[in-house]
């Protein structure tokens, strides 16, 4: 990749310039014994006379962000883990050889600084440099107008300058942190315990979803990245782990746009002895206690939305919200040919040969879904598109099966688990004829797993709640890719 400019060549030769003077050009001797927030919070609000009369030496390292030069005196901020402290830098301080080395440094240098503190005439707490060294050389320019680059992928792309221009992108990610900690404690509080299942599998399954194909050379034998850990995580209910979570990172071959991301991180979790109806409670609580935390309120804002997750939440049925937000008629989701004639009418394209409850899904999440913007679990789930829940004992053509839906965005799936080994295999029997006619995402057999459930799984529920889209959620990002670190892109050329 070369896309050398003048300016990287210009610090490259201030850089061959401070080797030659013999200055360290990247040591790794340098211990800061402060952050810039502590020193804020625990100095910032001192009477200028008690910070004068300060004994203390200070002493952070971070990255140049600005620098305001007077001639033998100069300020810049410097920015370490923590946030951002103005330095003073004054040539009768720090000598002349520390001076020199200033006048050297660019924009990005990261610098260690030693010193003590004072309040500037503008109020400004400050530290007075007795001493500094350069830590790393910035040899590209930061970007003057990070925010107003067009093409927003140069940002993800290069998440390490957007995390270092943008303080608010690195308050998103901490974000997430708190959330997935949130998450950790409000599981393990209830007794769950959080364990980790294999990410290759020799089989995929646990999800409707086009798997990655990989191949191990010392077994030669084809391997599946997960597209789920569901059946592992099934198996540990049959071994008596009866409560269990897994945070795990899961990869789907199929397409990528501001809710997809190849891979991706989802929340998992089984509990022996409750139903789906159980986990909707549970959930609710799970959001409840995150907004409390991450929001402050139960209400927050979501795009031009206001989100309330006051309890209880709403439910309703696909077919109920297709009457609801799309005009039908129960004529029109009555039958097959009356569902086939509706989607026709709303312009849908579909597969002819789809069986009436996928269709009915597939119409359900074009018309209705934009809609769900409060809270709601949508129940009443066809057999057909829920190979592995339980059968609803009032109407076996249904499922006990929910998802939730919040900002108009599916975040969560779950439901009453199937753990009669006759139904199931005659279930993946029906998956495999599916495959055979070309549904690459419809489930493999798992005799291992069928193995598993005759020894017997105690009756239960489980869910999967996709963690970057809840981090999307409370934290008003419009993109699976303002959430994800480094999210998939093509190779540059």
Not at 92 to 107: A, I, K, N, T, W
């Amino acid at each position: 990749m070369d896309d050398v400019t003048d300016q990287v060549e210009v610090r490259r030769q201030k850089l061959l310039k401070l080797k030659e003077s013999g200055i360290p050009s990247y040591p790794n001797d340098f211990k800061p014994g402060h952050v810039s927030s502590q020193i804020i919070s625990d100095f910032g609000s001192l009477p200028d006379d008690e910070i004068r009369a300060l004994t203390t030496a200070f002493s952070l390292a971070g990255r140049i962000m600005s620098i305001r030069s007077f001639g033998k005196a100069s300020f810049f901020h410097l920015q370490d883990r923590k946030g951002r402290l103005q330095i003073y830098v004054r040539r009768d301080r720090v000598g002349e050889d520390g001076h020199r080395l200033f006048q050297s440094l660019d924009l990005g240098d990261i610098v260690g600084v030693w010193g003590h503190l004072f309040r500037t005439k503008t109020k400004e707490l400050t530290l007075e440099a007795q001493g500094l060294r350069l830590l790393c050389k910035c040899l590209r320019p930061l970007p003057e107008k990070w925010h107003g680059l067009a093409d927003v992928e140069v940002r993800y792309r290069q998440r390490y300058v957007d995390l270092m221009v943008n303080r608010e992108v690195r308050d998103l990610f901490e974000k997430r942190s708190q959330i997935i900690r949130l998450i950790r404690r409000f599981f393990e509080e209830r007794d769950f315990l959080e364990v980790e299942t294999p990410m290759m599998q020799s089989i995929p399954g646990g999800a409707a979803a086009r798997p990655f194909i990989t191949h191990h050379n010392a077994l030669n034998m084809d391997l599946y990245l997960r597209v789920a850990p569901e059946l592992f995580l099934k198996r540990l209910l049959v071994g008596g782990i009866e409560r269990v979570f897994e945070l795990n990172r899961n990869f789907r071959n199929e397409g990528i746009s501001v809710r997809h991301n190849p891979e991706f991180t989802m929340l998992e979790f089984y509990q022996a002895y409750a139903t789906y109806e159980d986990l909707m409670g549970l959930t609710e609580e799970l959001f409840v206690s995150v907004a409390r935390e991450v929001a402050g309120s139960l209400k927050f804002s979501f795009g031009e939305h206001t989100i309330d997750l006051q309890r209880p939440w709403r439910r309703i049925s696909p077919s109920d919200a297709l009457e609801q937000y799309g005009g039908a008629t129960r004529a029109d989701i009555a039958s097959l040919e009356g569902l086939r004639a509706f989607a026709r009418r709303r312009n849908i394209s579909f597969d002819p040969g789809l069986p009436y409850g996928s269709l009915l899904v597939e119409v359900f999440e074009e018309i209705a879904e934009p809609h769900l913007i409060q809270p709601t679990f949508v129940v009443g789930y066809p057999l057909e598109v829920s190979p592995l829940a339980r059968k609803n004992d009032a109407n076996p053509a249904l499922v006990d099966r929910f998802e939730l839906y919040v900002g108009g965005r599916e975040l969560a799936n779950a439901f009453s688990e199937l753990n009669d080994p006759l139904d199931q295999r005659e279930r993946f029997l029906n998956q495999a004829e599916a495959r055979q006619a070309g549904n690459e995402m419809a489930s493999a057999m798992d005799e291992d797993f069928l193995r598993a459930l005759e020894y017997g799984m105690p009756p239960a529920a489980g869910e999967g709640i996709g963690i970057d889209r809840m981090v999307m959620l409370f934290t008003g990002s419009p993109s699976i890719r303002d959430v994800i670190l480094f999210p998939v892109f093509r190779p540059e050329r």
